[in-house]
């Protein structure tokens, strides 16, 4: 697994996975699977980056509003649609970031509770979609991680 940070526009986003991949390939160290993640933000290119990445069979995992609102469903199972500045304040004041960074006593236990929460707040959830706001496809991630 590698990370790599790009920045938030979703095309460019993908056009980093993408490039990052055949380079791999060249080299012979071909990615079994290749996972961008990236947040509504009212981007205008979205839609265009969800069509790129299934056409180069990306998983593109969008979270709506942002991916806060997976982080919120580990520890509440509340599905009501709220601004940016009150996600932010919701993670913060449930102990879940700090400075944009996990914090150290995250519940990655609580995950598959998460993930639930995720699917009934979307029941089409998928890689390559934008979903209800809130929404997350993380759960495709970790079913990829915990081989389901």
């Not at 790009?6 to 990615?31: F, H, L, N, T, W």
């Not at 996600?87 to 990655?108: E, R, S």
Request: charged share 25%.
């Amino acid at each position: 697994m590698k990370s790599i940070p790009v920045g938030k526009d979703p095309m460019k986003v993908v056009q980093k996975c993408i490039e990052i991949r055949d380079r791999a390939s060249i080299d012979e160290k071909a990615y079994d699977i290749c996972i961008c993640l990236v947040d509504v933000d009212r981007h205008a290119a979205l839609p265009a980056a969800c069509r790129l990445a299934g056409n180069e069979s990306i998983h593109l995992l969008v979270s709506n509003l942002k991916f806060e609102a997976w982080l919120r469903w580990h520890v509440e199972d509340k599905r009501s649609a709220l601004s940016t500045s009150q996600l932010d304040a919701l993670t913060a004041k449930h102990g879940l970031v700090i400075k944009k960074i996990l914090a150290p006593n995250f519940p990655f236990d609580a995950v598959h509770n998460a993930c639930e929460i995720a699917r009934r707040a979307d029941p089409q959830l998928a890689a390559g979609r934008v979903g209800p706001d809130p929404s997350s496809a993380m759960p495709v991630l970790v079913d990829f991680m915990t081989g389901r």
